[in-house]
């Protein structure tokens, strides 16, 4: 499972950076889905197989998911948002998705924090890269729906999306082993 984390946090790190300095190309941000959808659903299935992170898989889940289908549509039709009913539907829709899974994924873990008060902190640390992912997914929702309209800025936000999330997942792939070593 670590491992899992800090391959994906790499590659979204990676995804930032690329983003930035790479032209307009649609086709970029299908890949990105594509891959990192993959990564989640593998991510899943590691959490769905530890005991300790039995209680994310299904938002984790969710998480792959959504990814792999964007991403799915994004290489299938890489000019879906040229057209103006094709472009404003797809966005709103991925502005709905992302804000929802982020919502989801805070009161997921919000709940199961309340549920482990009473246990040793180390079952806690979960919890928070959980809540970091899910307030970075939903801002980045936020941000694609309030930011600026033009694809240029998009990709800014973009960008820093993948950066703050691939961060989020390194720092939690480096925490995890710490927090296994102590259990």
């Known amino acids: 499972m670590r491992q899992l984390l800090l ?27 594509v891959i990192d959808g993959v990564l989640g659903l593998c991510l899943a299935i590691a959490l769905f197989r530890s005991v300790r992170g039995q209680w994310v898989f299904f938002v984790t889940l969710l998480d792959g998911v959504v990814r792999l289908v964007f991403g799915g549509t994004i290489l299938l039709n890489p000019n879906i948002t040229s057209n103006l009913f094709t472009g404003a539907f797809f966005t709103t829709a991925v502005v709905t998705v992302f804000i929802a899974l982020g919502i989801t994924g805070v009161i997921y873990a919000l709940l199961r924090a309340m549920q482990q008060r009473r246990e040793a902190v180390a079952a806690r640390s979960y919890v928070w890269p959980v809540v970091a992912a899910s307030v970075c997914t939903a801002l980045f929702g936020v941000g694609l729906l309030l930011g600026p309209a033009g694809s240029g800025e998009r990709r800014i936000v973009a960008c820093v999306y993948g950066v703050v999330f691939g961060l989020i997942l390194l720092v939690a792939g480096l925490r995890s082993r710490n927090a296994v070593a102590t259990a």
């Open 7 to 33: 391959l994906r946090g790499a590659f979204n790190l990676l995804f930032g950076a690329c983003l930035l300095m790479a032209p307009r190309e649609a086709a970029l941000g299908g890949y990105y889905g």
